[in-house]
């Protein structure tokens, strides 16, 4: 029972740059692994990058890099700077808290979303 609020988003041209953030409502260190979604109109929702809160990162190939997930454990933020932004990047962004919960299972929580638009 995670709240997340998603920033950052906005219209950027082709190879241009924003960052995104998520704030969450409790301390980044009881939440196992945090992660960026993307999801378009008639598709699913797909992984775009994640941290554990051991720091290991992983990110989904079309955004190797150019995107790059950080975390400020003092704000509890998670951030995703994105570089290089394709208009395939346009989609909404959401944030999810994946939560260790007894019986070693998670419990994930999703931010609202944020709209990244990639146009000329």
């Known amino acids: 029972q995670v709240q997340l609020v998603e920033s950052g988003g906005g219209l950027v041209q082709p190879g241009g740059s924003l960052r995104l953030s998520c704030a969450a409502s409790?301390?980044?260190?009881?939440?196992?692994?945090m992660g960026w979604y993307r999801q378009t109109p008639g598709k699913e929702r797909e992984l775009v990058a994640s941290?554990?809160?051991?720091?290991?990162?992983n990110y989904a190939d079309s955004v190797k890099e150019r995107f790059t997930i950080s975390t400020d454990n003092a704000k509890n933020q998670v951030h995703l700077q994105m570089n290089s932004l394709k208009p395939e990047d346009t989609a909404v962004y959401y944030c999810?808290?994946?939560?260790?919960?007894?019986?070693?299972?998670?419990?994930?929580?999703w931010g609202q979303g944020t709209q990244v638009t990639v146009s000329s």
């Open positions: 999810k808290a994946s939560q260790v919960i007894v019986g070693q299972r998670l419990y994930d929580s």
């Open positions: 941290i554990t809160n051991g720091g290991t990162a």
């Open positions: 409790i301390s980044i260190f009881s939440i196992y692994v």
